[in-house]
């Protein structure tokens, strides 16, 4: 089973930029699909952007454009580039592998995430 563990997270003003990265352990990482999760106060978890395992990306309307996922195999390294950001974009931030793709079907156990505050 992979195990994985978020970081970059922070305090950033509207309009800025962070890059979160995930990191996972295990030899079968370039396996799997992974994506990026977020879930803010009072709110239920929400899916923000998948990719597969081959490199093919897709995301949820309110941050295409503004956020980008990307994956290092090798290293076995997940990144979320995410700029233009927004107060609403405030969440704690969890990445995950996948059973499938496209819809997305995560599998395993959630890491603690990294927490994303954006003022406004």
């Known amino acids: 089973q992979v195990q ?6 922070g305090l950033v ?3 800025g930029s962070l890059r979160l990265a995930c990191v996972a ?3 079968t990482f370039g396996n799997y699909a992974m994506a990026w999760y977020r879930q803010a106060p009072g709110k239920e978890r929400e899916f923000v952007a998948a990719i597969s395992s ?3 990306t897709y995301s949820t ?3 295409k454009g503004r956020f980008t996922i990307s994956r290092d195999n090798a290293k076995n390294l997940l990144y979320l580039q995410m700029n233009s950001l927004k107060p ?3 969440a704690v931030y969890y990445c995950i592998s996948g059973s499938r793709f496209i819809p997305f079907a995560p599998i395993g156990s959630w890491g603690q995430g990294t927490q994303v505050t954006v003022s406004s």
């Open 88 to 90: 609403e974009d405030t």
């Open 61 to 63: 309307d309110s941050v």
């Open 4 to 9: 994985l563990v978020e970081s970059g997270g």
């Open 54 to 56: 081959g490199g093919s």
């Open 25 to 27: 352990s295990g030899r």
């Open 13 to 15: 003003q509207a309009g």
